[in-house]
């Protein structure tokens, strides 16, 4: 069938599973947004008061659904307020895809009216962005841009359409979505090797991320903690995953972590990093950073291996797959001395909020929402103080 541009962009959105799209409206996508009032039973459209709030709410539903955030803005102004949104997806991992408007392609390169290269300056914080010339290569564009952004490390893609191609009408069929194949293929010798380390390890501690949560492993890695009971400490983006109530559960780790976990990832013999960076937040001084411990760091992404940390030990996989292949291979064990360690560091060290009828303390007041709220909300924040609070004492 023949269809405009925009309407190709609709149909390509509604075949990729895509309910709702986050956007504020300018000369540029004016036939987008045309198209997608005719199509609003199909498609969802959120207006925000400005394009930093539509990228940050599409960056919190894929957050919230599992499903990858979609954002539209215009030309301009309108793609370059994007920026903060699509860089926070960036920094930590979350997929969407971000469709921004130019001017028309005669005018592209002249300096013309609410003219930017935004391509150029989303380039260091995309995995990969398109100009769409031509109206023919919309449709495929639009699909590669979803594989990409949910294939091995999730991130953001942008797609640049000119005015003239939202406009310009070509055949269009379309395709059922491609289910992106996931899995890593990990050697049975590799996974022995790494599992025998564990298995003698006398104060483990498992160090993991963000990407215990987005390859949905958390069921996994409590299995592992409990079959070698090893505690496990974690960063912000996997807050939430393990139950406060569980004797294995350290708590958040680095700078704005607790005491006790900092003190325990320094004092172990065995640091097995999932789905986690050593960011600077976590790692402060990487001189010193578990000196005594054997490294061991599995993430998705072959880049992020020996790039802050340097490790004993790496395999490249999703959380999920590493976690489900080395389960056989860990063997039932205990550390009481180490567990007994831990608890008088968690006594000694780790700081206790205030209790008091008379004050209000940060603590208390999130602890409070925390409770009122219960175990399955889901809490957002701004950046800053409140945020570490929230961190440490929700849940």
């Not at 949905?216 to 505690?231: H, N, S, T, V, Y």
Request: hydrophobic letters at 40%.
């Amino acid at each position: 069938m023949k269809c405009n541009g925009s309407q190709i962009l609709i149909e390509v959105l509604i075949e990729q599973g895509v309910d709702t799209i986050f956007g504020y409206p300018g000369g540029a996508v004016l036939n987008i947004y045309d198209a997608l009032y005719l199509n609003s039973d199909r498609i969802r459209h959120v207006l925000t008061a400005h394009e930093q709030g539509a990228s940050h709410a599409a960056d919190g539903y894929a957050r919230a659904t599992g499903k990858t955030g979609v954002v539209l803005a215009t030309s301009g102004p309108g793609a370059t307020n994007l920026v903060t949104g699509i860089a926070t997806a960036y920094m930590d991992s979350v997929p969407m895809v971000a469709i921004t408007g130019n001017v028309g392609t005669s005018l592209i390169g002249k300096d013309s009216f609410q003219e930017v290269y935004i391509a150029g300056i989303t380039m260091p914080i995309t995995k990969h962005n398109f100009v769409v010339r031509h109206v023919e290569e919309l449709a495929d564009v639009l699909r590669d841009a979803f594989r990409i952004a949910n294939t091995g490390r999730p991130g953001p893609v942008l797609v640049d359409i000119p005015k003239d191609v939202t406009a310009a009408v070509c055949e269009f069929q379309n395709k059922p979505k491609i289910e992106i194949d996931q899995s890593f293929d990990l050697r049975e010798t590799d996974l022995r090797r790494i599992a025998d380390v564990i298995n003698k390890a006398e104060r483990p501690v498992i160090y993991f991320g963000g990407g215990i949560v987005s390859s949905g492993a958390a069921e996994d890695l409590q299995r592992l903690m409990k079959k070698a009971e090893i505690p496990a400490t974690y960063t912000i983006m996997a807050a939430g995953t393990l139950s406060p109530d569980d004797p294995l559960n350290l708590g958040m780790v680095g700078m704005h972590g607790k005491v006790s976990a900092g003190r325990a990832v320094d004092r172990s013999d065995v640091l097995l990093s999932i789905g986690a960076r050593f960011s600077d937040r976590v790692a402060t001084d990487t001189n010193r950073f578990a000196p005594d411990a054997r490294i061991i760091h599995i993430d998705i992404d072959a880049a992020e291996i020996n790039k802050n940390i340097m490790t004993d030990d790496s395999l490249v996989s999703d959380a999920k797959t590493f976690l489900q292949g080395i389960l056989p291979y860990i063997k039932e064990a205990r550390h009481a001395d180490w567990m007994t360690k831990i608890t008088d560091w968690r006594q000694r060290l780790d700081y206790r909020p205030k209790d008091s009828e008379s004050r209000l303390h940060p603590e208390r007041v999130i602890k409070i929402i925390s409770e009122v709220a219960g175990p399955n909300a889901i809490l957002a924040t701004d950046v800053g103080q409140h945020q570490m609070w929230a961190a440490q004492y929700c849940g």
